[in-house]
Nanobody, 120 residues
Framework: QVQLVESGGGLVQAGGSLRLSCAAS????????MGWYRQAPGKQRDLVAD???????NYADSVKGRFTISRDKAKNTMYLQMNSLKPEDTAVYFC??????????????WGQGTQVTVSS
């Protein structure tokens, strides 16, 4: 079992910055790809950015140039640096991780989410 705990959300004015963290703990061999998703009220959950175990990154067009995803493999922690925040970035942000939990099995886990609110 893997637990993902997000932190760093909050209320910020437009143009401001926040840094989200997602720490993985529990019983697993390794954490493979990790990603950040967000869900605004009444909308579907969408990918914001993801990062492979090798460090390759991918971003949604709406956040390119403003958000940076990174990870510290030694700490099993992923980060999302969010700059130049806009009101449309307001959402609950979720962490997702794909973990190798046995020699032959991989599982996907989600965190509980952290609220990001950007005021205009």
């Amino acid at each position: 079992q893997v637990q993902l705990v997000e932190s760093g959300g909050g209320l910020v004015q437009a143009g401001g910055s926040l840094r989200l963290s997602c720490a993985a703990s529990g019983s697993f061999f390794s954490i493979n790809a990790m990603g950040w998703y967000r869900q605004a009220p009444g909308k579907q959950r969408d990918l914001v950015a993801d990062i492979t175990s090798g460090g390759s990154t991918n971003y949604a067009d709406s956040v390119k140039g403003r958000f940076t995803i990174s990870r510290d493999k030694a700490k099993n922690t992923m980060y999302l640096q969010m700059n130049s925040l806009k009101p449309e970035d307001t959402a609950v942000y979720f962490c997702r991780a794909n973990a190798r939990v046995s020699f032959v099995r991989y599982e996907t886990y989600w965190g509980q989410g952290t609220q990001v609110t950007v005021s205009s």
